[in-house]
């Protein structure tokens, strides 16, 4: 058995310990991952318009892109887009008269990779959002006058949030845990930090563990998070019961 | 926007040449790159406050001093190294990385700055506690034929742990195929976990690497045992990566490597990280 006293001191925050670069690690998760998350909700509300009101061209490309990258692995997204990306940069920097390597770096291709494929789930679920309201709320909008911007601000936005919500909660986990695949760019985030140190440290047992248990929490703090936004867009609604068990 | 992934995907190919066409032209190498893995210790790994250290650290700086040029040297995932440095990323790889046919391939290597044999590494109380040890080098067919002969009976039906894309597993494949179980893992961590688990009877890997595997927890119920494999497929050790291209590049790392073998700075940097000499041959 590895001992544990040592392993304590290995990730605290002495001047031998870790402690330090795996809180460093965990907040580069995070930034990364809400990044990702913000480029993917931008992408789902983008698709999602595509598939309930656009037309013809603008649907079927929304549809190509739910197939395709829900199709596909995540890893492989990253791949393309940081050496394909780069690739392409630096062909075109030189065709400007450049010289040397053009590229994006780990967090921007990460944001834009796993940003890119939650957000084809994402579009599925604000897709299955709108359409849970009920027709006749919107058309009760219509009827008292409502213009499109304020039923959209009144009626749509808060109502597709309340039927969506938990659907988002769940494309959240699903990135931060995808986030992991990053560290194959080089990037800092937890996962490469656990890897690093392992490999440094030779003690790889008390970096799995230790990371194990970041996750866990960051995971377990999100779930919370989430959970207390249904309660409040659940505001106003009719106690049934188990409805408010949240 | 929608359609960017299968765009950049049609462009990368379409100017993939194109790309590195325009690597080729010569230039005057001022500051240099290079990537290392930044974990796996002895040779490359990161202190607790982040810094890079190790043998491949100290000896960039020894050999860039050398070059006259400034060296950053760079952590990047095992995975990625080799497209890495094709797609221009850094100019250099440093990462033990073996100089191998199958590498050279697709990159240039400097001549080589440490050469370690290959054995496996048991428990003490396992069923290979017992393998002979002897010398071996590949290169040397009838030798090699007449221990893969003494070994196959020895190994047979056992589970052997390597790490995937190595020349340990090469060895494997080309001269145990059939007789062993052989299971991959991504890095030698996992492997080494796997033995002191018993979900493996043995791995293989470099002997430099093992000194770190005995000193670890638990370390002192492992043993190397087996012959000390060299030569053959194995390669001529481990190499500075380089692009293709940069031929230049290749000839200032092996003049300095060189220089380096010749005063004795690798052996000294050698037994400082790994308590044995492991500079090549010659």
Redesign the interface.
Known sequence: MPDILASLTLLGFGPTGWGLQLLRATAMTLAVSMAAYVVGMAFGALGAWAKLAGRAPARLLAEAYTTVLRGIPDLLVIYLFYFGGSQVLTALGHAFGGEGFFGLNGFTVGMLAVGTVSGAYQTEVLRAGFLAVPKGEIEAARMAGMGRLLMLRRIIFPRVLRFALPGMGNVWQQVLKESTLISVTGLVELMRQIHIGAGSTHDAFAFYVCGFALYLALTTLSGVVFRAWEGWSLRGEPRVAGRMAA | ??????L??L??IA??P??LA?QASA?DWKTITIAT?????PYN??????KL?GFEIDLAADLCARMKVTCNV????W??II??LN???FDAIMAAMSITPKRMDVINFSRPYTQSPSTFAVMKDGPLANLPVSRLSLDDEAATEAAVKVLTPLLKGKVIGVQVSTIQADLLAKYFKGAIEVRTYK?T??H??DLQAGRVDAVIGSTSYFV??L????GDKVKLAGPLFTGGLLGKGAGVGLRKADTDLQAMFTTAISAALADGTIKKLSLQWFKTDISPAN
């Open positions: 926007m929608i359609r960017l992934p299968r950049l995907a462009a990368a100017v993939a194109l790309a325009a230039k893995e930044g974990a796996f210790m790994g990161h202190d607790a406050s982040g250290v760079v952590a990047q995932d995975d990625g497209p890495g797609a221009g990323k890095t961590e996992e080494d976990l770190s595997t000193a670890k927890p638990g």
